[in-house]
């Protein structure tokens, strides 16, 4: 059974505090920079799931890292350096409490939503006639409140984020702006990959009065993609599309009735359902890289970890 790394307890040097998110460990140094390590943690329906996956945090920390240098053209970013693999050191922004989720194509919760009748989502009026999975006539801007630990983020409209002062006008107007350059961007490359950006999430902040992008960025943790060929076919069919996303997690947890509720008892994870999920994390890495992925060595993550990232930051 291969190691993963699901706890880390860093001292850096200048280390002020550490958040420890769902995923992710955030160091922060000096009020100045984050040292935000990506951990082998694997959620689902707001869950920590109890098992890690060997090579997730490598597998996420390089994908965002290659599309983060990818965009720099689009908007800054808060990436300054990945001293380890599962590592990105950045500049601390003031995160706005929103994420801008953007969609290409109806699917997922919007469909769900959809389905029952709902006809307007976050202030977004959706078309008549709209089928799973289908295209939208242009991409749609979907944000939603950054939810404190263990509760659900809300979707939210622009009118009452500007309402309720989490972004000026002109904020948010480059947050949109960015945000859809971005897709476009993700939807390029994505093409080039034969794949479809199908719908992702974006999180900014500001930084010296400049707003910054932020997090993760076109991970299949914060996206969802399908594959571009026989997508056409399948959607004229009504038919499931072949995704590259966690989304195979899910619906794991779902067929052993999981669904996060309460009362509910995550299913078992043997070691052949954890290597399995690795095995589809590196499918997923090298469908949107285009690039073989290199394994790191795991003898001694945490101790791999605090040297490179204290060699870094001397």
Known sequence: MSKALTATEFNFPGQKSVYHGKVRDVYNINDEKLVMVATDRISAFDVVLPKGIPYKGQMLNQIAAKFLDATTDICPNWKLATPDPMVTVGVMCQGFPVEMIVRGYLCGSAWRAYKSG??????????????????????????????????????????????????????????????????????????????????????????????????????????????????????????????????????WLMDNGFQGKEGQQVPEMTDEIVNSISERYMELFESITGEKFVKADVDSIAERIEKNVTEYLK
């Open 118 to 251: 709902v006809r307007e989502i976050c202030g977004v009026k959706l078309p008549e006639g709209m089928r799973e999975n289908e295209k939208f006539p242009t991409p749609i801007i979907t944000p939603t409140t950054k939810a404190e630990m263990g509760l659900h983020d809300e979707d939210i409209s622009k009118e009452e984020i500007l309402k309720q002062g989490l972004a000026t006008p002109e904020e948010y107007e480059t947050l949109e702006k960015y945000t859809l350059a971005l897709f476009e961007r993700g939807t390029q490359i994505a093409a080039e990959r034969g794949l479809i950006l199908v719908d992702t999430k974006y999180e900014f902040g500001k930084h010296n009065g400049t707003i910054y992008l932020m997090d993760e960025i076109h991970t299949p943790d914060s996206s969802r993609y399908f594959y571009a060929e026989g997508y056409q076919e399948r959607f004229e069919k009504g038919e499931a599309q072949k995704q590259l996303s966690k989304e195979f997690v899910r619906e």
